[in-house]
């Protein structure tokens, strides 16, 4: 919940008024998040509720660059009526602030949802040379010339995390079995492996949650330093995330009135959210900001003490949850980690949920959370990617015999975009 200035917190007040009592009924609009952002367009929508019998007529969207904009502005019209709508945005200019709503006109007064911002890209983001390993590079790990796989099999990986981070362990072994150019050493030990050039090194020195290093870079900074000064230092260092965002404490605290949730998640033994502000509703000061800033720490740390460390941005699991108030808000705080990374072109991300939201044919799996009646959808993790392969590369049926909570087919995906991602650190373009 970003922190509201006096003005717009009345304004919400008035807006959250007006959705819950219309001529006696109760409404509700909620407005979906900004997804697909680009220099002049843009993804968005929204949800209409009504429990009595009030006509629902014209519904979608309308933007400006200034706070609080109205049908009047630019809109979409996504049809008519109850029910949840899509929206698509276009017109935008290039690296501006927008301010967007849901609006729908109830009995011919036209009521508001919850405002959202974005920024849209710079237009030449499409040549962008930002490191960022989603679900588009899963196939391009083939196209890696020989002279970066070389490169990354001199490279030390520190995947922090405790079981989830065993999924790009075991993908790697499984990218080496399918193609023998890949070869990987993995660990779960403090040392890590001696240096070699013979096969990329990935694991973990222990077991860790990610309060201990996002609330401690001084003794995590520490332990990256002292692996340099060892002369076998980390190349790259990764957050597994394990079920932070989700588990321990369900949805609860306060409501938050600019994505109408509740937060989730143990962090420090407590819920958390998006920002500091959030803290009045979870009663926790970390936050996911924590996280981000923690990883910037690290790489300014690296930098200013001279060792090669690059600290790598990374999503959360998808798998569990679905179709719950957890498992949306928890695409909330994956969606947040995007955004950020976005707005800086030397920030490098592992986009592990966008990774096994898709499978192997590029179809992306949502599911549905039912709030009161209002559908709100969210990313899941494809069934595809909960699955195995057999002796000859079949897929079937899945299990959890290796421990990190999603299939053979989707901890190979993982490894493919590892791949892509150490070769472009190593110098590669992509192309």
Excluded at 45 to 63: D, M, N, P, T
Aim: hydrophobic fraction near 35%; glycine fraction near 10%.
């Amino acid at each position: 919940m970003k922190k509201l200035s006096g003005t717009l917190s009345i304004a919400l007040l008035a807006i959250a008024s007006l959705l819950f009592s219309c001529h006696g009924e109760e409404v509700k609009i909620i407005t979906s998040p900004v997804t697909n952002i680009g220099a002049t367009s843009a993804s968005s929508g929204g949800s209409v509720y009504s429990k009595g019998s009030a006509e629902v007529g014209e519904r979608g969207v309308c933007w400006g660059i200034s706070a609080s904009p109205t049908f009047l502005a630019d809109r979409t019209i996504d049809g008519y009526g109850t029910g949840t709508f899509q929206s698509n945005l276009s017109g935008l200019t290039e690296l501006t602030d927008y301010y967007i709503r849901a609006y729908a006109n109830i009995d011919g007064d036209v009521l508001y949802g919850n405002e959202l911002t974005f920024t849209t890209e710079t237009s030449s983001s499409e040549s962008s040379s930002q490191i960022i390993a989603d679900h588009t590079v899963v196939d391009k790990y083939n196209k890696i010339p020989q002279e970066y796989i070389e490169k990354v099999k001199k490279m030390l990986v520190w995947v922090a995390g405790m079981s989830h981070s065993l999924g790009y362990q075991n993908g790697a072994v499984l990218l080496e079995t399918l193609d023998s150019r890949f070869q990987i050493e993995t660990w779960q030990s403090d040392p890590p492996p001696a240096f070699s050039d013979k096969y990329l090194r990935i694991g973990r020195p222990f077991k860790s949650g990610v309060n201990a290093w996002t609330t401690d870079v001084e003794s995590y900074s520490s332990v990256m330093e002292g692996q340099n000064n060892s002369g076998n230092p980390y190349n790259v260092f990764i957050y597994g995330w394990s079920y932070e965002t989700t588990w321990n404490n369900p949805p609860g605290g306060g409501l938050d009135p600019v994505h109408n949730i509740h937060w989730a998640g143990d962090a420090g033994g407590f819920r958390w959210g998006l920002d500091i502000g959030d803290k009045e509703l979870t009663g926790n000061p970390i936050c996911m900001d924590t996280y981000l800033a923690a990883i910037e720490e690290y790489n300014i740390r690296a930098i200013n003490r001279g060792y090669p460390t690059v600290s790598v941005f990374s999503t959360g699991p998808v798998d569990e949850n679905g179709g719950t108030e957890c498992g949306f808000q928890r695409e909330l705080k994956n969606s947040y980690i995007r955004s950020y990374v976005k707005q800086e072109e030397s920030r490098i991300l592992f986009d592990y949920a966008d990774i096994l939201v898709h499978n192997n044919e590029g179809e992306k799996y949502t599911a549905t959370w039912n709030d009161g009646g209002i559908s709100r959808s969210h990313s899941q993790i494809h069934p595809d990617n909960l699955k195995d392969y057999d002796s000859s590369w079949k897929v079937v049926s899945g299990n959890d015999a290796d421990g990190d909570h999603i299939g053979e087919v989707g901890a190979l995906r993982l490894a493919k975009a590892i791949w892509w991602l150490l070769a472009r650190i190593a110098g590669w373009d992509g192309e």
